[in-house]
């Protein structure tokens, strides 16, 4: 297994700032909350539970987790070859802060906008 090395900015200058820099986004923690709902997925089915992202883009969103040590990526010594995502300890502690997010979010969204906003089944699983 390729060890990555953990990089972050070195401008960071708060705690909120580094939580945003390791979980923050739409693509992060999108990720973070299939492998919460899955557990263990294929790169395939990975890409499959998050529709609209381009292969460039989930490889490089991969890189960054796996180098913060959010999610672990295991190779099977298999014909062909097998390899599968899943959330480390560290990234399994970030779940319940999407879920308050997305509770907060509930709440105060239909008070800015006038859409209505679909609860996303991965948070909402782990409920």
Known sequence: MAK???KLEDDIRCPLEYGLAIFG????????CVLAANERLRYSELRREMYNITDAVL?????DLIEDGIIERKSYDEIPPRVEYSLTQKGNSVVPILQSICQWS???YKEDV???MVQ?????HHR
């Open 25 to 32: 986004g739409k693509w992060k923690s999108r990720i973070i």
């Open 106 to 108: 509930d709440i105060f």
């Open 114 to 116: 006038t859409n209505e």
């Open 4 to 6: 990555y090395k953990k």
């Open 120 to 124: 996303c089944q991965k948070c909402d």
């Open 59 to 63: 490889a490089a969103t991969l890189k």
